[in-house]
Each structure stands twice: as structure tokens, then as C-alpha cells.
């Protein structure tokens, strides 16, 4: 279970409420200006979400929770209603890390790892996609499709690989081709998501829906899309036909 759900604010003209002095309130004040934030006092009538650096923040932030307001509290995530997570920016590409305000070093950690991995021809990409949703939506008209089509064009070593500079967008719708739907069966050689092949984590991660058999693990079934369909499978029973790519994964050598 996910222990938060993650979301991008649109903060630009609205108040938000920072509480305290020294480098911590600092930071965030930083951070909220770069969203395009204003910074307002504890006794503003609008502000919907704030944030506490305070030695003592008990107080100050179950008042700003009594009057409805989502608090952050600086350096005590069991205070906190939202934690900001570790940014990674590439123009309207935003990678958040997040611990869950378990371990700030360990998301920063990751994120510094991360912007060497990221190209900064990846925020072109994304530009490009968005100005062409329209003729990709005319040359697949189908949401399905038009996922699959995408899921194969970003994948690694696709027309459209996203760690690699200089994609074309144009030339890729083209020349592109609809990716086919179909059914494909994972058996799982352990319960160790990561000995899922590349191709197999490829399906599990694009796929409309996931047929599981009893006992499929956890861990191997929060690789697939966080929106897919799933269902339980009777052990050795065929799957129910289904529009999309479905995926079907049996327990092999996980099961217990």
C-alpha cells in the first residue's frame, strides 16, 4: 500500500503560509517562490496549505490543522500532513524522490544520481510531445492503441527513448506503426521482482490488464501500472478475452 499519494500542486498566485526563521524556513520560502507561491503569515483566510520550522511545532501546527490546513512540519514527518520530496527539473519534466520524510539524504541521494541519467534534451521531448497530442490522437484514435503505440516508442531502444538525446518526434509519427495488443504469460522464476527480463517488466508496465494467479507476490504486481485492471486467476485457468494488452503472470517458482 502506498503510505502517500503523490501529487503536483499548481501553487503560482496562491498563498501559502511559512512559519519560523533560520536556513530550514528559508528553504522552503525558496522553494515556494520557485513554484510561483506567495508567502503569507499564520492569519491568512486563504491559505490552504503551510509549512512549520519552529523548535516547538506542536502548537503551531495543530491550530493551522484545526482551521483546515494541510501542515508540513519541518524535520518531524509525524506532524506532517505532506512531505516535499527531493526535485529533479527538465523543463515541464518534474521527477520528485520521495522517503516519505523517512530519510531527506536518501532523496537527495537518489535525485543526484538521477540527474546524471537524464539527458537535458528531456524536457524538449516532453514539449514535443505535448504539441503533438493532437496528431497522435488523429493517427490512433483509440486510447488504448495510442498507449501502446507510446509505451513502445519510449521504451529503451525505442524511436522515442527518453535517456537518449536528439528524439524526433515528427519522424517518429511518420513512420510509426500502431503497437499491437495481445495476451502475454509471465511465469515467474522467483519472488524477486527483479529477476522479471526486460521484456517481461515491458509488458507488466504497459499492460491494460494483470491476471494473477493466488499467491503472485506484492512486490511483482507494484511493477504493473498503477491504473491497470487486475484480476485473480484460478491456477492454470485461461484468461478472460479482454481489449488491450493483457498480461498474465503465474506464480512458477513463487509459489510458497
Not at 85 to 112: H, I, N, Q, Y
Not at 162 to 170: F, H, Q, R, T, Y
Not at 206 to 221: C, I, K
Request: proline residues 6%.
Amino acid at each position: 500500500m502506498l503510505h502517500s499519494l503523490p501529487l503536483f500542486h499548481r501553487l503560482t498566485g496562491q498563498p501559502v503560509i511559512v512559519l519560523g526563521e533560520g536556513e530550514a524556513a528559508e528553504a522552503k520560502r525558496r522553494l515556494l517562490e520557485r513554484a510561483g507561491a506567495v508567502i503569507v503569515g499564520a492569519d491568512n483566510a486563504d491559505a490552504r496549505l503551510a509549512f512549520v520550522a519552529l523548535d516547538e511545532p506542536e502548537a503551531a501546527a495543530a491550530e493551522l490543522k484545526a482551521r483546515g490546513l494541510l501542515v508540513n512540519v519541518v524535520d518531524r514527518p509525524e506532524l506532517c500532513d505532506f512531505t516535499t520530496p527531493s526535485l529533479l527539473e527538465r523543463g515541464p519534466v518534474l521527477v520528485a524522490v520521495s522517503t516519505g520524510g523517512v530519510s531527506a539524504g536518501l532523496a537527495k541521494a537518489l535525485r543526484l544520481r538521477l540527474e546524471g541519467l537524464l539527458p537535458a534534451s528531456l524536457g524538449a521531448l516532453a514539449e514535443a510531445l505535448g504539441a503533438a497530442r493532437a496528431a497522435m490522437k488523429a493517427r490512433w484514435p483509440d486510447g488504448r492503441e495510442r498507449r501502446r503505440a507510446m509505451d513502445a516508442a519510449l521504451a529503451a531502444g525505442g524511436a522515442l527513448d527518453p535517456l537518449v538525446e536528439g528524439s524526433d518526434v515528427a519522424a517518429w509519427l511518420d513512420g510509426a506503426a500502431g503497437s499491437a495488443g495481445g495476451i502475454y504469460e509471465i511465469v515467474l522464476r522467483s519472488a524477486d521482482p527483479d529477476d522479471l527480463t526486460l521484456r517481461e517488466a515491458r509488458w507488466l508496465g504497459s499492460a491494460d490488464l494483470v491476471a494473477r494467479e493466488p499467491g503472485v507476490p506484492t512486490a511483482v504486481l507494484t511493477r504493473a501500472r498503477a491504473d491497470a485492471q487486475q484480476i485473480e486467476l484460478a491456477v492454470g485457468a485461461a484468461v478472460p478475452d479482454a481489449p488491450g494488452l493483457t498480461v498474465i503472470i503465474r506464480r512458477g517458482s513463487a509459489a510458497p
